[in-house]
């Protein structure tokens, strides 16, 4: 039973170029959210999908946005990149059921933005 | 979600039970006490979870207090690989979580 796997592992981009990360999630589970970990800080929450629609959305500008699709893989896009978008971008998944379902994270993407 | 308060930093030795405090006195009764652990460089790892019960699973022990204003992770025999950052998280529903800067756990040989 595979995990979460996003991909790619490692990306470099510069200022103001644009940014598309992947992830599926864990077989069996329907919401994928994403998070975004600056060196030294905790992971901090972008927004979450279900249902193919983004059902809460943390503190991020509109640069951020997203996707799911009908197989509940989803991604990250980040347009207009800035030097502080520079981070581990992190995947989680979990089952849609009531009461707080666990999330399941995945390796991560890593990028930096010269 | 409640907001939680862990130490900074902590030390164990190699083979003792490693105890993490979090204190968690505004959660409310719906929010579960979920706890993770980030080695570094990796995605979080889910450890465990637990509502007002005490729970064990096959990697730790949670004990919440009777009033569920603070709970305590324990891994029974720690070992080097244990060494990584540990995040005490309160919350309710199926939202995103929210992290704090979490204990910094450093097992010594």
């Known amino acids: 039973d595979a995990g979460v796997t996003q991909s790619p592992t490692h990306l470099i981009k510069t200022r103001g170029q644009q940014v598309t990360l992947r992830c599926s999630p864990k077989?069996?589970?329907?919401?994928v959210s994403w998070y975004q970990q600056a060196l030294g800080q905790g992971p901090q929450f972008i927004f979450q999908?279900?249902?193919?629609?983004?059902?809460q959305r943390g503190n991020f500008p509109d640069r951020f946005s997203g996707h799911q699709f009908p197989n509940y893989s989803s991604e990250l896009n980040v347009n207009a990149l800035l030097l502080g978008d520079s981070a581990l971008y992190l995947c989680?998944?979990?089952?849609?059921?009531?009461?707080?379902?666990?999330?399941?994270f995945g390796p991560g993407t890593r990028l930096l933005v010269l | 979600d409640a907001k939680t308060t862990q130490p900074t930093s902590m030390d164990c030795a190699e083979g003792r039970a490693a105890n993490l405090p979090c204190n968690h006195s505004?959660?409310?009764?719906?929010?579960?006490v979920y706890w993770y652990r980030q080695i570094h460089s990796q995605g979080p790892q889910y450890i465990i979870h637990g509502l007002k019960n005490n729970e064990t699973n096959e990697m730790a022990s949670l004990i919440i207090t009777e009033d569920r204003k603070s709970s305590t992770l324990i891994l029974p025999h720690a070992t080097l690989r244990d060494t990584a950052v540990y995040y005490c998280?309160?919350?309710?529903?199926?939202?995103?979580?929210?992290f704090g800067k979490g204990t910094h756990l450093i097992i010594q040989p």
């Open positions: 505004t959660i409310s009764g719906n929010e579960y």
């Open positions: 989680a998944s979990s089952p849609a059921r009531e009461g707080g379902e666990t999330q399941y």
């Open positions: 998280i309160a919350r309710g529903g199926a939202d995103g979580l929210t």
């Open positions: 999908y279900y249902e193919e629609e983004e059902r």
């Open positions: 077989s069996g589970h329907d919401t």
